[in-house]
């Protein structure tokens, strides 16, 4: 169904639309959720790379998920392509916490709530929780310090990881013969 060649397409307007967006967007707390507003408003095709930018990301979601049940379904997590079903699942991984970064950096109501909940939950992880949590919040509440972190992890440290997997997945592919049919 090239769900993998849709997924990696989704990844590439995620990235152009993304640059465009960085361009308007600066992570600071006075002036970000300012940043979104003139995004939406003010600024030529603003509203447009915005809405495609966040659009992209959930197919992307979607297609990663359908990637990963069409590969189970045809078994293709068997061997010889164990490996490479492990990296996929690292794909998937990253795919969410691209999502979850991503939904911090318009600073609203919305954003600030889903981080709060989102740290949270990550505090309640046995013996790393509490240390996760302040890792990625640089502190103990979500203010400046989260929106600089989430931001790049969202724009560079969780990206330059996919890169380097899809990479590996792909090169996997082509070294395992091709695609898997069921």
């Not at 090239?2 to 600066?26: D, H, K, Q, S």
């Not at 300012?34 to 659009?55: C, S, V």
């Not at 490479?84 to 990253?94: A, D, E, K, R, S």
């Amino acid at each position: 169904f090239c769900l993998g060649g849709l997924t990696a397409l989704m990844f590439g307007v995620l990235t152009v639309t993304g640059i465009y967006l960085m361009v308007y967007f600066r992570p600071s707390v006075p002036d970000a959720y300012h940043d979104i507003e003139d995004l939406m408003y003010a600024i030529p095709a603003g509203a447009f790379m915005r809405n495609l930018h966040r659009w992209a990301a959930h197919g992307m979601v979607i297609t990663v998920v359908l990637h990963m049940v069409r590969v189970f379904v045809a078994r293709a997590y068997r061997p010889p392509r164990e490996f490479n079903w492990l990296v996929g699942v690292g794909l998937l991984l990253l795919t969410l916490a691209l999502s979850y970064t991503g939904y911090l950096l318009p600073w609203d109501q919305l954003a600030y709530w889903a981080v709060s909940v989102g740290t949270a939950m990550a505090e309640s992880v046995p013996v790393v929780g509490d240390p996760l949590r302040r890792l990625l919040l640089g502190g103990d509440d979500v203010g400046a310090s989260a929106l600089l972190r989430f931001y790049v992890l969202h724009c560079i440290v969780l990206p330059g990881v996919a890169v380097l997997l899809m990479a590996v997945h792909f090169w996997r592919v082509r070294k395992d013969g091709g695609l898997a049919r069921p």
